[in-house]
């Protein structure tokens, strides 16, 4: 069953093109910033981070880009699967103890 | 190796029933967190505890209990359930290798 409710922010695109997914943060001491993904029914998975001090990293097929001036985090996913259909959710480091505060989330839609 | 186990799956109570929300993970992590997700919304910190034997307050504590019975277990307790807490609830853990924390399945709660 769904673990989110139904009026998330929803990107739909076409199977091969690229994704790009935008959050913003509120934090400026934040020191990590992190993606997760959720498939439905499941908890969130972890799938990139990227330290403050970085502007862009690179994973496999996901590349994550923090723009601090503005405070906003993107993710790019590379050659979209139907497997990538899911909720996104970026998440900030609050403080020594690894406490997270999550976004609300992008769900992501993948027409074959 | 399970990862992060949670029971009962899904659970319906009544008003002023109470529960407790089982959370077992056997990776030999320090740190473990209980998040609850709204519709619509990212995650909420409960509560965590950072080592065996200590517990702390997240963003929302209030009307639940957490009990670290050990290294491996961290159960979450509500004493008189209310409306506002159907909700789906999410035990994570977190230690080496991993820097971020890992989640388990959720369960989802309604509370009538």
């Known amino acids: 069953g769904e673990s989110v409710g139904l009026h998330l922010p929803t990107l739909s695109v076409q199977e091969g093109d690229n994704s790009i997914i935008n959050c913003a943060y509120s934090?400026?001491?934040?020191?990590?910033f992190i993606w997760y993904k959720q498939e439905s029914g499941k908890g969130p998975q972890f799938i990139i981070d990227?330290?403050?001090?970085?502007d862009k990293r690179q994973g496999q097929r996901v590349t994550v880009l923090l723009n601090k001036t503005v405070k906003h985090l993107s993710l790019q996913i590379a050659a979209t699967q139907p497997g990538d259909s899911a909720v996104y959710f970026c998440?900030?480091?609050?403080?020594?103890?690894?406490?997270?505060?999550f976004g609300s989330g992008t769900r992501l839609l993948v027409r074959p | 190796n399970a990862g992060v186990t949670q029971t009962p799956k899904f659970q319906v109570l009544k008003t002023g029933q109470s529960m407790t929300l089982q959370c077992a993970q056997d990776?030999?992590?320090?740190?473990m967190y209980w998040y609850r997700q709204d519709p619509g919304m990212g995650l909420r910190l409960i509560y965590y505890?950072?080592?065996?034997?200590?517990?702390d307050k997240g963003e929302v504590p209030n009307g639940y209990n957490v009990s670290r019975l050990n290294k491996r277990e961290f159960s979450l307790r509500l004493e008189s359930a209310a409306p506002s807490q159907t909700s789906v609830y999410f035990c994570?853990?977190?230690?080496?290798?991993?820097?971020?924390?890992?989640f388990g399945p959720g369960t989802r709660l309604t509370v009538t």
């Open positions: 994570a853990s977190r230690g080496p290798p991993a820097r971020w924390q890992y």
């Open positions: 934090n400026s001491a934040s020191d990590y």
């Open positions: 990227i330290r403050s001090n970085m």
């Open positions: 998440a900030e480091k609050v403080d020594s103890s690894y406490k997270l505060i």
């Open positions: 990776m030999n992590h320090n740190s």
């Open positions: 505890s950072a080592s065996e034997g200590t517990t």
